[in-house]
């Protein structure tokens, strides 16, 4: 079963469209709503959630679920700002989301994980489900849950690293992105995180769930921004065979990668600014 009178809002992202008096910040929150439901993926940073979901018209009280995508302040530090409004509320995210994550850069060690303590969080109203594998949110809606890591050129973020019970910090292999996905008349639609697990990881995956169902559309996070030459050359080439309708990158793709996306994909990509409006019949 697909979901019907899709609309997808873009909350927060580092740069804004229109209306006037939007927010940007570093960080990703799309609102969804279809005919069947009314869900938030992921929240942001915590600096624009509130201002531009009440700008853009999306009623956060009314939201019945929230996707986090990986458990990075960027995504999810607006969480304990949006549950006074919805209420108690169920939040998905993956069993490792959870935990001490930093960005290590020339010998500056700086915290990047979920600020808040889990048990705060459900004291305002999150209740966590926690999954691993490919889930069924509700009907053509679904969780990726960890993605495998197959190609050989979508290399880790040598920078992002975790800390386990001793606090000696690792290379965090981001188990934790996932990507939610819409099952629409058009095809699928996949709304990314960050894709740490790599973009053509990701609709390998999906594809292998899914079996049958076209990719239509791809918004959010892409990771380009930091990747190679090597890599990014060997991704637009490889994305090139999913015949994809739409590609609106945001977030950690980057300005420069977004015009070079631009320039290899022509007019199915857009960037995906705060106020940006994608609708699906």
Same mark, same amino acid.
């Given at each position: 079963?697909?979901?019907?009178?899709?609309?997808?809002?873009?909350?927060?992202?580092?740069?804004?469209?229109?209306?006037?008096?939007?927010?940007?910040?570093?960080?990703?929150?799309?609102?969804?709503?279809?005919?069947?439901?009314?869900?938030?993926?992921?929240?942001?940073?915590?600096?624009?959630?509130?201002?531009?979901?009440?700008?853009?018209?999306?009623?956060?009280?009314?939201?019945?679920?929230?996707?986090?995508?990986?458990?990075?302040?960027?995504?999810?530090?607006?969480?304990?700002?949006?549950?006074?409004?919805?209420?108690?509320?169920?939040?998905?995210?993956?069993?490792?989301?959870?935990?001490?994550?930093?960005?290590?850069?020339?010998?500056?060690?700086?915290?990047?994980?979920?600020?808040?303590?889990?048990?705060?969080?459900?004291?305002?109203?999150?209740?966590?489900?926690?999954?691993?594998?490919?889930?069924?949110?509700?009907?053509?809606?679904?969780?990726?849950? /960890?993605?495998?890591?197959?190609?050989?050129?979508?290399?880790?973020?040598?920078?992002?690293?975790?800390?386990?019970?001793?606090?000696?910090?690792?290379?965090?292999?981001?188990?934790?992105?996932?990507?939610?996905?819409?099952?629409?008349? /058009?095809?699928?639609?996949?709304?990314?995180?960050?894709?740490?697990?790599?973009?053509?990881?990701?609709?390998?995956?999906?594809?292998?769930?899914?079996?049958?169902?076209?990719?239509?559309?791809?918004?959010?996070?892409?990771?380009?921004?930091?990747?190679?030459?090597?890599?990014?050359?060997?991704?637009?080439?490889?994305?090139?065979?999913?015949?994809?309708?739409?590609?609106?990158?945001?977030?950690?793709?980057?300005?420069?990668?977004?015009?070079?996306?631009?320039?290899?994909?022509?007019?199915?990509?857009?960037?995906?600014?705060?106020?940006?409006?994608?609708?699906?019949?």
């Amino acid at each position: 079963m697909v979901q019907k009178n899709i609309e997808l809002t873009v909350l927060c992202e580092n740069s804004v469209a229109g209306p006037f008096g939007l927010t940007g910040e570093h960080g990703w929150a799309v609102g969804v709503t279809t005919s069947a439901t009314r869900m938030l993926f992921d929240t942001g940073q915590g600096l624009g959630i509130l201002r531009n979901s009440e700008i853009l018209e999306f009623d956060l009280s009314r939201v019945e679920t929230i996707v986090l995508s990986h458990g990075h302040y960027d995504h999810c530090s607006g969480l304990a700002l949006v549950l006074p409004l919805t209420g108690k509320t169920d939040v998905h995210i993956h069993q490792q989301g959870f935990g001490r994550r930093c960005h290590r850069y020339k010998g500056t060690i700086r915290d990047i994980g979920i600020m808040e303590k889990q048990s705060s969080l459900e004291s305002l109203g999150a209740h966590f489900i926690f999954n691993k594998d490919f889930t069924k949110i509700e009907d053509g809606i679904y969780l990726s849950g /960890e993605i495998p890591r197959l190609t050989t050129f979508e290399e880790p973020d040598p920078r992002l690293v975790r800390a386990d019970t001793t606090e000696e910090l690792f290379p965090d292999p981001l188990l934790d992105d996932q990507t939610l996905i819409l099952d629409s008349r /058009e095809g699928l639609i996949l709304i990314l995180g960050c894709a740490h697990a790599g973009l053509i990881n990701i609709l390998h995956h999906v594809q292998q769930q899914l079996p049958g169902r076209p990719i239509h559309t791809i918004i959010g996070g892409t990771h380009l921004g930091f990747a190679s030459d090597e890599q990014f050359n060997a991704t637009v080439k490889a994305l090139s065979n999913f015949n994809i309708k739409c590609l609106a990158a945001s977030h950690c793709t980057g300005l420069e990668r977004g015009a070079d996306l631009a320039q290899a994909f022509g007019s199915i990509f857009r960037f995906a600014p705060v106020g940006t409006r994608l609708q699906f019949a």
